[in-house]
Antibody, heavy 121, light 113 residues
Framework: QITLKESGPTLVKPTQTLTLTCTFS??????????VGWIRQPPGKALEWLAV???????RYSPSLKSRLTITKDTSKDQVVLTLTNMDPVDTATYYC?????????????WGQGTLVTVSS | DIVMTQSPDSLPVSLGERATISCKSS????????????LVWYQQKPGQPPKLLVY???TRESGVPDRFSGSGSGTDFTLTISSLQAEDVAVYYC?????????FGQGTKLEIK
């Protein structure tokens, strides 16, 4: 079955760079149509899409965060890495890694459990 | 960017009764070439990640109870729970994937009356 798990720091300081790793199993990012993305959710608030990377290395980013985001994949390790630079307290959120099976647009059929990242000095 | 607006923000419903959640998009999410609406619905229970309920606006995901149904086209969509069960208490989100950036509604909190 498909599983995804996020890993990374739970606490970062303002201006630091956040690096999150999504390690997945049950599918391959070499498979046509498959994408892995990141979505975040501030405490008590709604979901916000951040980025997605597809099997063909096509990458899409949220325009509002594009200058700060980088998404990469390592198909040999079944991992996707997200970096977010210049962290601010407003970036405090649960960050979810997610699988998408639909190449015509990003929607999620499998979610990781999420990792809460707090930005504080 | 497409803005998704859900209503109501909070919905109290009695057990066994019908629950209806609305989602409106600021522009059409209907692809005229394939006649598909690029909209999904998720359910999120406290402390859990969201769960996919419906895709293409009206196709129920495998394993989702048939009391959940999605409808609508263009800019107006509805998620209906035909007979509310206690385990349906959650926040429900719609999301469009017609254009990047994909966007979510603000969520509707479904409660027991």
């Amino acid at each position: 079955q498909i599983t995804l798990k996020e890993s990374g720091p739970t606490l970062v300081k303002p201006t630091q760079t956040l690096t999150l790793t999504c390690t997945f199993s049950g599918f391959s990012l070499r498979t046509s149509g498959v994408g892995v993305g990141w979505i975040r959710q501030p405490p008590g608030k709604a979901l916000e899409w951040l980025a997605v990377i597809y099997w063909d290395d096509d990458k899409r980013y949220s325009p509002s965060l594009k200058s700060r985001l980088t998404i990469t994949k390592d198909t040999s390790k079944d991992q996707v890495v997200l970096t977010l630079t210049n962290m601010d307290p407003v970036d405090t959120a649960t960050y979810y890694c997610a699988h998408s099976r639909e190449p015509s647009g990003f929607w999620v059929d499998y979610w990781g459990q999420g990792t809460l990242v707090t930005v504080s000095s | 960017d497409i803005v998704m607006t859900q209503s109501p923000d909070s919905l109290p419903v009695s057990l066994g009764e019908r629950a209806t959640i609305s989602c409106k998009s600021s522009q059409s999410v209907l692809n005229s070439s394939n006649k598909k609406n690029y909209l999904v619905w998720y359910q999120q229970k406290p402390g859990q990640p969201p769960k996919l309920l419906v895709y293409w606006a009206s196709t129920r995901e495998s394993g989702v109870p048939d009391r959940f149904s999605g409808s609508g086209s263009g800019t107006d969509f509805t998620l209906t729970i035909s007979s509310l069960q206690a385990e349906d208490v959650a926040v429900y989100y719609c999301q469009q994937f017609y254009s990047t950036p994909v966007s979510f509604g603000q969520g509707t909190k479904l409660e027991i009356k």
